[in-house]
């Protein structure tokens, strides 16, 4: 543990793991307010270029997109020899992965109630020329006010100036279809992602399937998007609209984050209050 890091913060504990270390409470030692901390064991990385280079930059970029009130904030970066601790905003409200389980369908007005901040959250990053690129249920979490952050920017990267994007990153149903190509792409694979959640929280299925990676991967590059009658016979048109839009196979049509925010169904009555707990859980 790094020693400034224990001078500021008193770490508590653990409440999440991943591939190259762990996120843990912590708790300032000035003030005694809750954060979470994510330390990252470089060991585990040091043979791995790649790895190793998406480590730094992954504090690097969320500190240049922090500040929005629907990104994670960060609050501090400490580093040694062995670690890399991110001291981050603590989101003690589960994420959207747990609520979609948790109901079979999302009415359209609690669909858009999440949509709109993460929209919001997506746009900033764009505007600043970062593309996130692994948006899904998982990385979208609620803070005690059930406020939506926008987290985990380990497969993050930047773009502009003409400058395209490559490398298969993503999670596999929510992956866009130039992304599984190989192809070079651009920051639009965050929209296609988000498409991929709307759909989901209004149908209850993901609208690309499989039962195994390469089906789901095969399903994706179709991209054969349907609105079964007895799914979305109560679903809007401009909701269906909106999806067409945004899981457009063509990246080059689909609708970039600035416009999916003016879009009807975007406006028409959401907002970007905080969901109430009530309607998600």
Not at 17 to 42: L, N, Q
Request: net charge negative; glycine share 8%.
């Amino acid at each position: 543990m790094s020693g400034a890091l224990e001078r500021e913060y008193r770490v508590g504990e653990e409440v999440g793991k991943g591939r190259y270390g762990v996120v843990s409470r912590c708790y300032s030692a000035a003030t005694g307010e809750c954060f979470a901390v994510k330390s990252i064991d470089k060991r585990l990385i040091q043979y791995d270029a790649v790895d190793s280079q998406c480590l730094h930059n992954e504090a690097k970029l969320m500190q240049l997109v922090s500040g929005h009130p629907n990104v994670v904030a960060v609050f501090d970066v400490y580093e040694d020899d062995q670690f890399l601790h991110v001291v981050l905003e603590y989101c003690g409200s589960g994420d959207l992965f747990e609520r979609i389980t948790a109901r079979p369908v999302f009415a359209e007005s609690e669909a858009r109630r999440v949509m709109v901040p993460l929209m919001e959250a997506i746009a900033h990053c764009h505007r600043l020329g970062v593309a996130h690129r692994d948006i899904k249920p998982d990385n979208i979490l609620f803070d005690s006010y059930n406020e939506l952050k926008l987290a985990d920017f380990g497969s993050a990267e930047c773009f502009g100036n003409g400058r395209l994007m490559s490398g298969i990153v993503g999670t596999p149903y929510y992956v866009a279809p130039e992304v599984v190509t190989g192809m070079d792409y651009n920051e639009k694979v965050d929209v296609w992602s988000a498409g991929v959640i709307l759909y989901i929280m209004l149908a209850g299925i993901p609208p690309f399937y499989g039962e195994s990676a390469g089906e789901i991967f095969e399903s994706v590059l179709r991209a054969n998007l349907r609105f079964p009658r007895s799914i979305f016979s109560s679903v809007s048109s401009e909701a269906k609209d909106l999806l067409r839009r945004m899981l457009c196979k063509d990246a080059w049509r689909r609708f970039s984050a600035d416009q999916v925010l003016r879009h009807p169904w975007m406006t028409s009555g959401g907002d970007s209050r905080p969901v109430p707990a009530a309607l998600l859980a």
